[in-house]
């Protein structure tokens, strides 16, 4: 049996990977803050890789987590769309959380630059674990992963989500099979809906224009997940989604997690996407993002002193 805030975090880590956004831990603070007892078993465990940090034996008061969300058809490499880096200090009570954009330039451990989606394909969640180490200078501690295929179950569980799209969206690639055509206006998405709505990149601002339109999505849902009615429909939830979370935290790690972000208030939970430009290297559209501009996000992002 878990608590029921503990179920809470996972719900939410796992909706996080899902819609992926900047402002995520505002869902996080939010529904760790619930006082509902609803324990329950879940039937479903996670797939948990080995831990060798032993959270819980030596517990730490700062955490960098990695959060993935991949993407994988049938036959197909899968690829990472989502990608970003937490980090929880308990004793500075902030939370900071870097959005890296899936065109970024990075180099891979051989020497090679590619775009950060790419290491999913190669090399799985080491090779991403440790680009990003690399390419951000510092520890990543813990991961977590969650394919998309189950996004549209898990906003059609929910009743939909209600959103005001700022703009038409319409994208038409047959070959992919995908066709979005969502209207401008306040509107109740469902999953297929709210699946075009996170993707859609297709106007001029590209990934980063997606990455604001995930921030916006996450705090609609966060609305909507913390309406009571959301209580009873935890469990459907949790067992929707549990069987399919890769990490190497441990389910019982996640009270460790709970109680090191359990003082943190909504004003100290600091977001932002990863600063660059857009550049065509080679003929390879890329984000690019300079030394100095990485050193000064992490250093007031206290991922490095």
């Not at 608590?3 to 939010?30: A, E, N, P, R």
């Not at 969502?182 to 469902?190: D, F, P, R, S, T």
């Not at 989604?241 to 890769?246: A, K, P, Q």
Request: hydrophobic share 40%; proline share 2%.
């Amino acid at each position: 049996m878990l608590h029921g805030k503990l179920q809470k975090v996972l719900l939410y880590l796992v909706l996080l990977l899902l819609i992926t956004t900047v402002s995520g831990m505002v869902m996080f603070y939010c529904l760790l803050g619930q006082e509902k007892q609803n324990n329950f078993q879940l039937e479903k465990k996670a797939e948990v890789k080995n831990n060798n940090n032993q959270f819980l034996a030596n517990p730490k008061e700062e955490i960098n987590l990695l959060l993935l969300g991949t993407d994988q058809k049938q036959d197909e490499r899968a690829r990472s769309d989502t990608l970003m880096i937490a980090n929880i200090d308990g004793a500075t009570e902030e939370i900071s959380i870097i959005s890296i954009p899936r065109d970024t330039r990075v180099k891979f451990p051989d020497g090679k630059y590619h775009k950060i989606n790419a290491a999913y394909s190669y090399g799985g969640v080491e090779l991403v674990q440790n680009t990003i180490s690399q390419f951000l200078g510092i520890e990543i501690d813990y991961y977590l992963n969650i394919n998309y295929n189950n996004f549209t179950d898990l906003v059609d569980l929910i009743d939909g989500v209600e959103l005001k799209v700022a703009k038409d969206l319409q994208y038409v690639d047959q070959a992919a099979s995908l066709n979005i055509d969502l209207a401008a206006g306040k509107q109740i998405l469902n999953g297929e809906q709210a699946l075009d709505y996170v993707r859609f990149r297709h106007d001029y601002l590209g990934d980063i224009g997606r990455v604001q339109r995930q921030q916006k999505f996450l705090r609609a849902v966060a609305d909507k997940l913390l309406t009571p009615s959301m209580v009873f429909k935890l469990p459907k939830l949790l067992n929707k989604v549990s069987n399919t979370v890769d990490t190497n935290l441990a389910l019982s790690d996640f009270a460790v997690l709970a109680k090191l972000i359990k003082d943190i208030k909504l004003e100290q939970i600091k977001t932002v996407t990863l600063p660059g430009e857009a550049d065509y290297i080679s003929g390879i559209s890329y984000w690019v993002v300079t030394e100095e501009k990485l050193n000064s996000l992490l250093t007031s992002f206290n991922f490095i002193s």
